[in-house]
T-cell receptor, first 114, second 115 residues
Framework: GNSVTQMEGPVTLSEEAFLTINCTYT??????LFWYVQYPGEGLQLLLKATKADDKGSNKGFEATYRKETTSFHLEKGSVQVSDSAVYFCALHSPLNTGNQFYFGTGTSLTVIP | KAGVTQTPRYLIKTRGQQVTLSCSPISGHRSVSWYQQTPGQGLQFLFEYFSETQRNKGNFPGRFSGRQFSNSRSEMNVSTLELGDSALYLC??????????????FGPGTRLTVL
């Protein structure tokens, strides 16, 4: 089956620290992979995505590389800001699915302190 | 373009009642998906509608149902509410034709509390 496993939170970092949030997946075939972010009181927003192996998604200083050999899609940012405080969700879409059924991880809460 | 809107934003119900939540997708989007978000389980897929037809369904009991109208607006209904149905219900819309690379646009959610 399809599933996503994220590192447990919460994560607390000081401003300008390096961020890594681990994400591994199980899927049939080669899924598309996504990171979504949820700011307090808001819905989820797409942060970045990668649709095939070795693709790197990037946005707002965040990056994640689709690693087929380790079935991973870890999120990284070199220098976090207070405004990055949010909950981050890793997700996949299976190519065997004809519709919009996405599988999400449980989310990782990030708090950045000044 | 206006974003995805969900009404109401907050609901309080008692066990045994039923509830209807509404979602208006972004104009031009034909796919609407519903998710249940809880602290322990994260986001769990309920179902997806595309052009008024249910295209995908998650592993939820039959008490959870939905529909989509010709203008792509969608409703989900939960009957015989249980305490465990307390959650944030999120709706997401997308164009719907190329699903593997579609960006899902989420609404702010409806917070349902069952007492």
């Amino acid at each position: 089956g399809n599933s996503v496993t994220q590192m447990e939170g919460p994560v607390t970092l000081s401003e300008e620290a390096f961020l890594t949030i681990n994400c591994t997946y199980t899927a049939t075939g080669y899924p598309s992979l996504f990171w979504y972010v949820q700011y307090p009181g808001e819905g989820l927003q797409l942060l970045l995505k990668a649709t095939k192996a070795d693709d790197k998604g990037s946005n707002k200083g965040f990056e994640a590389t689709y690693r087929k050999e380790t079935t991973s899609f870890h999120l990284e940012k070199g220098s976090v800001q207070v405004s990055d405080s949010a909950v981050y969700f890793c997700a996949l879409h299976s190519p065997l699915n004809t519709g919009n059924q996405f599988y999400f991880g449980t989310g990782t809460s990030l708090t950045v302190i000044p | 373009k206006a974003g995805v809107t969900q009404t109401p934003r907050y609901l309080i119900k008692t066990r045994g009642q039923q509830v209807t939540l509404s979602c208006s997708p972004i104009s031009g989007h034909r796919s609407v998906s519903w998710y249940q978000q809880t602290p322990g389980q994260g986001l769990q897929f309920l179902f997806e509608y595309f052009s008024e037809t249910q295209r995908n369904k998650g592993n939820f009991p039959g008490r959870f149902s939905g529909r989509q109208f010709s203008n792509s607006r969608s409703e989900m209904n939960v009957s015989t509410l249980e305490l465990g149905d307390s959650a944030l219900y999120l709706c997401a819309s997308s164009p719907g034709q190329t699903t593997s690379t579609d960006t899902q646009y989420f609404g702010p959610g409806t917070r349902l509390t069952v007492l």
